[in-house]
């Protein structure tokens, strides 16, 4: 399902116009990313959280040259399923 597709099931369940709903979308969106950027977690009961994880330096090889190299440390966005999440799924 791409975003466009999102917003018109999202305008079809509201009752809402597409651009209306891409809006809201749109809001929706940046507002995880400005809370993740700034540290916060996002959770949404039953659905699951959106949090920041920090993944360590670490080795690794580049794959044309078979040389090791250093990668360096980074902070990466992460999500993990709620439990009504898990079971619609299931």
Do not use: Y
Request: cysteine-free.
């Amino acid at each position: 399902m791409t975003k466009s597709d999102f917003v018109d099931k999202v305008a079809d369940s509201s009752g809402l116009s597409k651009k209306d709903a891409g809006t809201a979308v749109d809001a929706v969106i940046r507002s995880i990313e400005d809370a993740l950027s700034s540290g916060e977690e996002v959770s949404f009961t039953g659905f699951g959280k959106f949090h920041v994880a920090s993944r360590g330096a670490r080795e690794g090889r580049n794959p044309r040259t078979g040389e090791t190299m250093q990668i360096a440390a980074s902070k990466v966005p992460r999500f993990t399923a709620g439990s009504g999440l898990k079971k619609a799924v299931k």
